[in-house]
């Protein structure tokens, strides 16, 4: 008989990043930034998490850093959220989710190689990742998002005083 096994991990968040001082150095003398969230989420309804909702914290958060915000931007900030269930027997949900997020700044770049060519490319990022128990998912994704917004705006100032 095979028996299954669940492995839980106790809550858990790791944090990566590409903000050191060459990447801070790509938000010198920008101009405006556009805004793009994304939520992935694979819970079937289990929980639910409003796009708009973290659009408008995203979006609040750089206001009252006085970041210019223009949907017309060509470099925007892209924050990407992934709800993903665990599962227990019988591939039945046990109420607890691992939450990925990214957030990264895309602007375009040019190869060093081959000045000609032109790409869409993430020049400063962050990421975090937790294990969230369900009823714990909103409040702890926007307090995530958050936390990786003032980091944004402290990178973001450091090189634009």
């Given at each position: 008989?095979?028996?299954?096994t669940?492995?839980?991990?106790?809550?858990?968040?790791?944090?990566?990043?590409?903000?050191?001082?060459?990447?801070?150095?790509?938000?010198?003398?920008?101009?405006?930034?556009?805004?793009?969230?994304?939520?992935?989420?694979?819970?079937?309804?289990?929980?639910?998490?409003?796009q708009?909702?973290?659009?408008?914290?995203?979006?609040?958060?750089?206001?009252?850093?006085?970041?210019?915000?223009?949907?017309?931007?060509?470099?925007?900030?892209?924050?990407?959220?992934r709800?993903?269930?665990?599962?227990?027997?019988?591939?039945?949900?046990?109420?607890?989710?691992?939450?990925?997020?990214?957030?990264?700044f895309?602007?375009?770049?040019?190869?060093?190689?081959?000045?000609?060519?032109?790409?869409?490319?993430?020049?400063?990022?962050?990421?975090n990742?937790?294990?969230?128990?369900?009823?714990?998912?909103?409040?702890?994704?926007?307090?995530?998002?958050?936390?990786?917004?003032?980091?944004?705006?402290?990178?973001?100032?450091?090189?634009?005083?």
């Amino acid at each position: 008989m095979i028996r299954a096994t669940l492995l839980v991990l106790c809550p858990l968040a790791l944090a990566f990043a590409s903000d050191d001082k060459t990447d801070r150095a790509s938000l010198k003398g920008l101009k405006a930034v556009c805004t793009v969230v994304e939520v992935s989420d694979q819970s079937q309804g289990a929980v639910s998490l409003s796009q708009e909702q973290l659009l408008s914290d995203v979006r609040d958060k750089l206001n009252m850093a006085k970041i210019p915000v223009d949907k017309e931007a060509t470099a925007c900030l892209y924050l990407n959220v992934r709800l993903l269930p665990a599962m227990g027997r019988n591939s039945k949900p046990i109420g607890l989710y691992a939450a990925d997020f990214k957030l990264e700044f895309l602007q375009a770049a040019t190869l060093a190689r081959d000045p000609a060519i032109r790409t869409y490319a993430s020049t400063w990022s962050l990421a975090n990742m937790a294990n969230v128990p369900a009823q714990d998912v909103e409040r702890t994704t926007r307090e995530i998002v958050t936390d990786l917004m003032e980091k944004f705006v402290r990178a973001y100032k450091s090189v634009n005083k």
